[in-house]
């Protein structure tokens, strides 16, 4: 097959690096894999399935066996590595037939493809293992492009399948995955011999070759053939749509209005458990959702199994106009909470109504997708990386409407089918399967000061612990590199100036657009000046007071506007010091504003407290090591007050406490921690970080 210049899919192939693994089949199906689920446009996250065909020796009679290579159970494409593949005896596999019991018995296979492994490293089999292993072919793709979808889902898709194809490509109706489907395609392959794929109905894309980049090109031409094929076609049955009904707000305007309902909609959406969000204004979605045919097409649902189940079997749309007034809460949530009330009714109805005896317990009734017309979609699921695989699957969605009404008519899959991909047995095993979730898991934490020292120690161990973390400081550079050390859905940073409330309120405004709203206020940004008092200007004063004092006020009140739309509580914790409670010299303007914070917190705690919100101080001391504050003047300032060198500050401030201890910044994590995850019936509370200070016990 000659290479081609592709428009619609990206060609990825690299001769050189194919040419290292040339001599490992299996890295070179690791490698066709990766480059495959590199575009969104051929496969989503978690979507699809790649197998290759070795022969290998039998451990038990040293005798050349033929053993497919497949990704396992769970698994991704684009991030596939030998740990996530099964190798399992070919010849076993196919040896199945001679036991299956019929469609009725499809669950009962899965347990016998273990008693086909040949690898004992591998990862679990999944449900598309029979798809590839009845095939003959040595590489076999199955795809999910959203051009071949369109294709699929649409009214006459087996009709337009042989007016793009001729005779060169197979059709398979839908079913459910599973070994029938292996047979059917099998059987599409005996009565018509020599295709190149096979297009399965409503779902998907299967595609073959000899090499593994014979596989590659081929995928990437059958592809290439439907998209332009759907292109070519864009308009001629009518406007993309139905054409555009509404007019979008402007991408600032938008951005605002979202951040704006955002914490509304998490908490409406979090109505059984707590859910972490996920926007976009993407052109895709804007051309979707406002559309004359929206109100159409949405309810029908989505066709490929992969979508629905990570976006549910439909959206809903708000009620809401773009420019709609947000500011009175309680007036949106009276507008909004009936369609949210529906949509758990029509859940249950489905779940009622498709249910067999075996079902298990119908799970959340909230909606994933939520679509505002004039301004976007939002995403909600257990985390982050969740909430944005559904946006993308849903933008996939799209595609496929777009392209199978451009071409006919889109057509869903029934109300009980999707009902028997969504309740089955295996994918409630599969989830059953997941790792228990980490104590902060589903909330969302918002840190000043951390670009470095106490705040970005406070923002680690939230984040291990399985928060998302907002991260704002003034110094770009280190947030930037603060950061760079979490993975991709963990963190997003802001600059801020905590004492000006148009920063403070672009700090708030991304958190709503990146997780949905905010859980946890950590205020560790901080400065210190250390004079006598004749020396200390009215400068230092207000700098000090801005900063620790102003900057807490502000994103207290901004912040408990937020937790207030969610309706979920909350907590802040102030990072203050035990020199809010200890007087010392030349420490006016630094002790006084820390003793502010303390105060403040206990009066915002007993004002809050209705509202579920707990709020909390953690005072350190002698946080030296890894702290921003001891760098520089305040040093020296201490370091004076004390009749010291600055390089003995660290030992005089272990020595001086009851446990001998040096205090690190990740002993005030841990002291964070502890209020937001554990002490759970604490608000008002001080706890001190310090060693053990006597003259700085609270009680």
């Given amino acids: 097959m000659a290479i081609k210049t592709f428009k619609h899919v990206q060609y990825l192939w690299d001769e050189a690096k194919a040419a290292e693994l040339a001599d490992d089949e299996v890295a070179l199906f690791l490698y066709r894999s990766n480059i495959l689920g590199a575009d969104l446009r051929i496969t989503n996250f978690g979507g699809g399935n790649t197998s290759c065909k070795t022969i290998e020796k039998d451990p038990l009679t040293g ?123 099998e059987k599409c392959l005996e009565e018509n011999p020599g295709i190149r794929g096979i297009v399965l109905g409503g779902h998907g894309l299967f595609t073959w070759g000899d090499t ?89 649902g989505t066709s490929c199994p992969d979508h629905f189940l990570r976006t549910k079997i439909q959206p809903l749309v708000l009620p809401l106009e773009s420019n709609a007034d947000l500011s009175n809460n309680i007036a949106i949530k009276k507008l909004l909470n009936p369609s949210f009330e529906q949509y758990r009714k029509d859940y249950a109805s489905y779940y009622e109504t498709c249910k067999h005896p075996n079902s298990p317990a119908m799970r959340d009734p909230n909606p994933v997708v939520i679509l505002y017309p004039g301004i976007g979609m939002f995403t909600f699921a257990k985390n982050k990386q969740t909430a944005r695989v559904a946006s993308e699957f849903y933008i996939n969605a799209i595609n496929v409407m777009r392209g199978s009404e451009a071409i006919s008519e889109y057509t869903a899959l029934s109300r009980q089918e999707a009902f028997n991909i969504e309740y089955w047995l295996l994918e409630e095993a599969k989830l059953k399967r997941q ?177 579920k919100i707990r709020v909390n101080t953690v005072n350190p001391d002698g946080v030296i090591i890894g702290s921003k504050i001891w760098e520089g003047e305040w040093a020296e300032g201490r370091a004076k007050a004390h009749g010291i060198s600055v390089e003995e500050l660290p030992a005089h401030y272990a020595k001086r406490n009851l446990l001998n201890e040096i205090i690190l910044p990740e002993d005030i994590a841990n002291a964070v921690f502890s209020l937001v995850a554990i002490l759970n019936k604490s608000t008002g509370n001080t706890i001190n970080v310090d060693g053990g200070m006597a003259n700085a016990f609270v009680r």
Avoid at 67 to 72: A, F, P, R, S, Y
Avoid at 248 to 268: F, H, N, T
Wanted: charged share 25%.
């Fill in 63 to 185: 005798e050349d066996t033929e053993v497919m290579w497949i990704k396992g159970s769970g698994g991704d494409i684009g991030t596939l590595t030998r740990s996530g593949v099964a190798g399992l005896y070919t010849n076993r596999l196919r040896a199945l037939k001679n036991v299956y019991r019929g469609i009725q018995h499809e669950d009962e296979m899965v347990g016998l493809f273990y008693h086909c492994i040949y690898d004992l490293d591998s990862r679990a089999p999944s449900i598309d293992t029979p798809l590839h292993g009845l095939l003959p072919f040595k590489h076999i793709d199955h795809l999910h492009p959203d051009a071949l979808i369109a294709v699929a889902a649409a009214k006459d898709g087996q009709a337009i399948t042989k007016e793009i194809w001729g005779n060169t490509m197979g059709w398979v109706s839908w079913q459910r995955p599973g070994f029938d489907l292996g047979l059917q395609l």
């Fill in 212 to 300: 593994s980049y014979e596989c590659y090109l081929n995928s990437l031409q059958v592809i290439e053939i439907a998209s332009t094929y759907i292109e070519e076609r864009l308009g001629k049955l009518g406007p993309v749509f139905g054409g555009q009904k509404i007019q979008p707000l402007d991408a600032e305007q938008r951005k605002k209005q979202a951040a704006r309902i955002a914490p509304v909609l998490r908490g409406l959406c979090s109505s059984e458990k707590r859910m972490i969000g996920h926007f976009t204004d993407d052109d895709r979605v804007l051309e979707f959702i406002n559309s004359f045919d929206l109100d159409k097409l949405a309810p029908l």
């Fill in 435 to 611: 790792p228990p979730e980490k104590p902060l898991s589903r909330r969302v934490a918002l840190i000043t000061g951390a670009g470095g020292g106490i705040g970005k120690a406070i923002a680690d161990k939230l984040a291990k612990e399985g928060a998302n973390v907002v991260l704002s400081d003034i110094s770009e550079d280190r947030l930037i590199k603060a950061n760079q050390s979490y993975k991709r859905d963990v963190s997003s940073y802001v600059v801020c100036d905590v004492r000006q409330s148009e920063s403070i309120l672009k700090v708030y405004e991304s958190a709503c657009l990146e997780f949905g709203g905010v859980d946890i206020i950590v205020h560790s940004a901080g400065l210190a000046i250390s004079k006598p008092l004749t020396e200390h200007n009215l400068k230092d004063w207000q700098l000090v007071q801005e900063v620790l004092v102003q900057g807490q006020f502000l994103l207290a009140q901004k912040g408990t506007e937020i937790m207030r739309n969610q309706g979920l509580g909350g907590d802040i914790v102030n990072i203050a010091s035990k020199n809010g409670l200890v007087a010392g010299p030349n420490n006016i303007a630094y002790g006084t504003a820390k003793a502010a914070q303390q105060h403040m917190t206990r009066l915002l705690a007993a004002e809050l407290a209705k509202d």
